[in-house]
C-alpha cells in the first residue's frame, strides 16, 4: 500500500514516518500533486502555526489538493485544525472540509494541553478495538469544538474535539504518532479503512 505524507513547512513528518515503518510501511513524503492523488492513503501531519502553514498550502496549491482526494485522509494535531473552517489562531481561514471553529483554550489551566489524556465517545472505523478512556499523547493550545462530525472527546478546561469524521476525512488532535500501542493501533485502524 502506498502511504503518502503530506511535506509542508509544520511538521512532525520525522516521527510519523517511524510510526509508519514500525507498522511495516515505507511512506513517501511529499508535496507532489500526482503523487498525493495516487497514494492509497494520505496522512496530514502539523505542528507549528496556523496561518504560517495555510500560507505555505497556498502558495504550493497543496489546499486545493487537500480537499479534492477522494482516498482516506488522515489530519494530525496542526492537521486537524487546518481541516476545520477557521482558527483563532491569527484569525486563519482553513481548508473548510470541518465546518467547525478552532479556538484558544480559555487560560483557566496551564496552555498549553501538554501530556497523556484520556478519550471518550469513540465512535467509527478509526477507533475499531480501542477502549473507552484510553489514554493518548497531546500537545495544543487550540481546540476544535464539539461538532456533529465528533468522534472521540477529550476533557481539558472543557470537552473537545479529540478526533473528527466527515467522507474520507479523518482527523485526531493528539499524537497517534506519540501514544504508544494505543496510537499504533489507531495509526494501523486508518490504513486499515
Same mark, same amino acid.
Given at each position: 500500500?502506498? +502511504? ?23 511512506? +513517501? ?14 496522512? #496530514? ?11 505555505? /498550502? ?15 485522509? !488522515?489530519?494530525?494535531? !496542526? ?15 482553513? /481548508? ?14 496551564? +496552555? ?9 465517545? /469513540?465512535?467509527?472505523? !478509526? #477507533? ?9 499523547? #497531546? +500537545? ?49 485502524? #486508518?490504513?486499515?479503512?
Amino acid at each position: 500500500m502506498q +502511504v503518502a505524507i503530506v511535506k509542508y513547512n509544520a511538521g512532525n513528518i520525522h516521527s510519523v514516518r517511524l510510526a509508519l515503518q514500525r507498522l511495516g510501511y515505507q511512506p +513517501v513524503v511529499t508535496d507532489d500533486a500526482q503523487q498525493l492523488r495516487q497514494a492509497e492513503r494520505v496522512i #496530514f501531519p502539523g505542528v507549528g502555526e496556523a496561518s504560517t502553514a495555510m500560507n505555505y /498550502l497556498r502558495q504550493r496549491g497543496l489546499d486545493q489538493i487537500l480537499v479534492d482526494l477522494r482516498q482516506p485522509v !488522515l489530519g494530525i494535531c !496542526l492537521g486537524l485544525q487546518l481541516l476545520c473552517r477557521y482558527s483563532e489562531e491569527n484569525q486563519t481561514t482553513g /481548508l473548510g472540509l470541518f465546518p467547525v471553529e478552532v479556538k484558544l483554550f480559555p487560560p483557566e489551566d496551564k +496552555v498549553p494541553h501538554m501530556g497523556w489524556n484520556s478519550i471518550h465517545d /469513540l465512535k467509527g472505523p !478509526l #477507533f475499531r478495538d480501542i477502549a473507552e478512556g484510553s489514554f493518548v499523547y #497531546f +500537545v495544543h493550545s487550540y481546540y476544535a469544538e464539539l461538532s456533529d462530525w465528533t468522534i472521540a472527546r477529550g476533557d481539558y478546561i472543557l470537552p473537545f474535539s479529540a478526533a473528527l469524521q466527515k467522507d474520507n476525512f479523518f482527523a485526531v488532535q493528539f499524537h497517534p504518532e506519540k501514544s504508544g500501542k494505543i496510537g499504533e493501533k489507531i495509526l494501523q485502524n #486508518f490504513l486499515n479503512i
